[in-house]
């Protein structure tokens, strides 16, 4: 027996896998973040920059190994977080990483930014404001 169907409210996604097909409406949203590629199957794109590609951006670097703390800042600004994030919440900076590569649809996961935040700290704030230039954010 099958269920009616309910009607969607704004906001919500509507999934049919079946046909394989996908629709995702967010207002607001560029809609370009996930891309469908083959049978129900999420793709998703790499870092725009390496991690060690600090000297791509002069300004990030210099203030990722001379002032970390003002680079995290900007960066939790240019998230729409608190500036206070990385310094009074433990894994503030790991969250601010994951909430970036997730809204860009960057491969990755959370033990990887974990990795990054804590062993390559600088590097991974100049990746994170480089990545943000390339999106615009």
Same mark, same amino acid.
Request: hydrophobic letters at 35%; charged letters at 10%.
């Given at each position: 027996?099958? !269920? ?5 409210? #704004?906001?919500? /996604?509507?999934?049919?896998? =079946? ?11 560029? *809609? ?5 590629? $083959?049978?129900?199957?999420? !793709? ?14 002069? @300004?990030?670097?210099?203030? $990722?190994?001379?002032?970390? #703390? +003002? ?17 009074? /919440?433990?894994? *503030?900076?790991? /969250?601010?990483? @994951?909430?970036?590569? @997730?809204? *860009?649809? +960057? ?20 990746? =994170?404001?480089?990545? =943000?230039?390339? =999106? *615009?954010?």
């Amino acid at each position: 027996m099958q !269920q009616p169907a309910l009607p969607l409210q #704004p906001g919500q /996604a509507c999934m049919n896998v =079946m046909n394989n097909t996908v629709v995702v409406t967010q207002p607001g949203g560029s *809609g370009n973040s996930l891309l469908l590629i $083959g049978k129900d199957k999420l !793709q998703f794109r790499s870092w725009t920059s390496h991690i060690c590609s600090c000297f791509n951006d002069c @300004t990030s670097c210099i203030l $990722g190994t001379m002032c970390l #703390p +003002i680079l995290l800042c900007r960066v939790s600004n240019r998230l729409n977080e608190c500036a206070l994030i990385t310094c009074c /919440a433990a894994g *503030g900076f790991m /969250a601010l990483r @994951t909430k970036l590569r @997730t809204m *860009g649809g +960057i491969k990755g996961s959370i033990c990887s930014d974990c990795f990054m935040t804590t062993c390559c700290g600088p590097c991974a704030a100049c990746q =994170m404001s480089r990545e =943000m230039d390339s =999106m *615009g954010l």
